[in-house]
């Protein structure tokens, strides 16, 4: 990951975060935005610490899941613009490692290669959208919303764009940023914005329940098939076939792929190593 090296993960215990909270429970690991008051708008010290949670869970073999959820009624209302505009509205965190580059949400979240998914129940604005794109499934309350208001403020949402673009049509993604609409979560569900619309009551539920489905299936596996997806869309179709031949050739020699063989034919549980 550019923004931080796997050495920079080793002083993760004794990073003490200001805006977000951090859980491992087995194979999952939970980041919370936890900036409620304000809520949950990232400053640049907030992104770092968003950013370098994701690269403890990149970086950690053990982690085969990252859940993403939020404190308060506002999942992420944006970018705080006075902390990034005014630094002396920006609270450093000095238990931090130095990030090796700017800040940005949508590359941090390209760059996990894991399986992560955001609970989502509050409205998500603006810069909200790094996040909830970056995630490989999205579950939403119904009553949570959607809403790209920067035109509002006499600014454009530019890298939310790039995040956008692998999920939503050009032209959706012009509308939403032109109107500033708030869209409702069954809207954000037809439009593939998000993945699974649930009741407030059992959102919790549905995601542990996916979440634990994760940790148990093969996570070489599902890292080299995401890196596999990546790499392709910047490949002429014409090679696309012959690249992934051969990464699952590279798989099959794998002592996941041989312990996945073997517990079929055994009729057991495979115990993965991640080898």
Known sequence: MRFYTEEDIRAFDNVRFLHIKTAKAGHLFTITLARPEKRNAFTPTMAEEIIFALACAHYEADIRCVVLKAEGPVFCAGADLNAFHDASANTINPTLPAIGEEARLGDAFNELLKPCIAQIEGPVLAGGFLMICGCTFV?????????????????????????????????????????????????????????????????????????????????LAIQCGMRGLQKIQNLPQSEQHAFLKSELDKLLQTEDAKEGALAFKEKREPIWKGK
């Open 139 to 219: 579950f939403s309350v119904r009553e949570a919303t959607f809403s790209l208001p920067e035109v509002k403020r006499g600014i454009w949402p530019m890298q939310v764009m790039a995040s956008l673009l692998p999920v939503l049509p050009q032209r959706k993604i012009l509308e939403m940023s032109v109107t500033g609409k708030a869209y409702s979560g069954q809207e954000a569900l037809e439009m593939s914005l998000i993945t699974h619309l649930v009741d407030k009551d059992a959102i919790s539920q549905e995601v542990d329940k996916l979440a634990s489905q994760i940790c148990n299936s093969a996570p």
